[in-house]
Structures are given as structure tokens and as C-alpha cells.
């Protein structure tokens, strides 16, 4: 079965630690996964692709086909990152349930 | 400059009344997805227009339905809201579902509570 688990549901660093948002997916072919993020009060929003290879907001994700992940990194957290992450397999529309990311100063 | 948007933001229903959600777009896009979400969990996609071809998802109850009179608005009908169908109601778009690569476009959410 098509599925994106991610581990922890709450992840509490503080301000200029190192973050990584993990993902583990669960599909046959080739997959195609993306990372959305939900600031306080405002809609999901896509975070970024790995089909891209793009940095946004100082954040990447590499896949890593032999361990089924796609965990999301950023080497200096800020404060304005708090917020909800969600990993997404685009095939089957299938989201994982999310890690709220807290940055305290 | 809101793309797409959701109403109402919060409904209240009673039990067994049935309920609609609303979801409209300015993104001329050819898909249109309605997602459950309940409280920690993640967003379950319930079904998806493309263009005016409806597609189901397997384990979505026949208590859900969907209506796309024309490419921007989508209508989720909830026939008889049972207290576990309390949850945000998402609507997203996309332009396309296949090829690579395409992005949703996700509304504010309708939060519904079932009395």
C-alpha cells in the first residue's frame, strides 16, 4: 500500500540549531514527493519538489530511493519556520500526518 | 488576490442535516480536489474533478458527494453528517494531475462541526 509516515509529530529546536524533518514513503515506482508546510492561521502551501532540486527558505530535501526517504533539512532553523510540515506522495495524493515544527529563540 | 477560496470558514450542522461546503477558484485550473482532515491526522483525499470527470476514492463513504457545475466552483455535499464527519474540509486545485511536475493549490479550509 501507497504510504508517507512521518515519525515525529513534534519537533522543538531552538533558534540556529539544525532541523530535519523526516519522511518515509512506502510506493512501488518511481515516486514523486513533495513537502508542503501550514504557517499559523494561513492555508497549505507548497514547500518545495524533489523533481526541482530547489532550496526554498533555506530548506532541501534529497531522495534517497535505497532508504524510502525524503527528510526535510535546513542547517540554521529560524524562528519564522515554526509550523506545520506535511510530506506528500503526488501519485496517490497520499500526505503524511504532519510534525509541527517549534524554533524558540 | 485569493486563488482559492472556501465557504463558508466555519459550519455548524446538526446531526442527520444534510450540508454543503463551497469551494471556488480564479486559477482557471482543470482539476479540483475535496481532502478530509480531522484533528492530527493527515489530509485524506475524499474525490477529485478533472474537468467534469469524477473520481472517487475507494473508501470514501456514499455519504459524500460532489458537484462541479462549471470549471471554477465545487460543491461538497455531506447528505447525512454523522458526529465522526466533524472535520476541516479542504478543497485544492491544480492545473493538470498527470505529468510532471504539477502543484495543488490548497483553500483556507471549511471547519465543520456536526451537533
Known amino acids: 500500500a501507497q504510504r508517507v509516515t512521518q515519525p515525529e509529530k513534534l519537533l522543538s529546536v531552538f533558534k540556529g540549531a539544525p532541523v530535519e524533518l523526516k519522511c518515509n514513503y512506502s510506493y512501488s515506482g518511481s515516486p514523486e514527493l513533495f513537502w508542503y508546510v501550514q504557517y499559523s492561521r494561513q492555508r497549505l502551501q507548497l514547500l518545495l519538489r524533489?523533481?526541482s532540486r530547489e532550496s526554498i527558505k533555506g530548506f532541501t530535501a534529497d531522495l534517497n530511493k535505497g532508504e524510502t526517504s525524503f527528510h526535510l533539512k535546513k542547517p540554521f532553523a529560524q524562528e519564522e519556520d515554526s509550523a506545520m510540515y506535511y510530506c506528500a506522495l503526488l501519485q496517490k495524493l497520499v500526505f503524511g500526518t504532519g510534525t509541527r515544527l517549534l524554533v524558540s529563540p | 488576490d485569493a486563488m482559492v477560496i472556501q465557504n463558508p470558514r466555519y459550519q455548524v450542522t446538526q446531526f442527520g442535516k444534510p450540508v454543503t461546503l463551497s469551494c471556488s477558484q480564479t486559477l482557471n485550473h482543470n482539476v479540483m480536489y475535496w481532502y478530509q482532515q480531522k484533528s492530527s491526522q493527515a489530509p485524506k483525499l475524499l474525490f477529485h474533478?478533472?474537468?467534469?470527470?469524477?473520481?472517487n476514492e475507494a473508501d470514501t463513504p456514499d455519504n459524500f458527494q460532489s458537484r462541479r457545475p462549471n470549471t471554477s466552483f465545487c460543491f461538497l455535499d455531506i447528505r447525512s453528517p454523522g458526529l465522526g464527519d466533524a472535520a476541516m474540509y479542504l478543497c485544492a486545485t491544480s492545473r493538470d494531475r498527470s505529468g510532471s511536475p504539477y502543484e495543488q493549490y490548497f483553500g483556507p479550509g471549511t471547519r465543520l462541526t456536526v451537533t
Open positions: 524533489h523533481i
Open positions: 474533478y478533472y474537468d467534469k470527470d469524477f473520481n
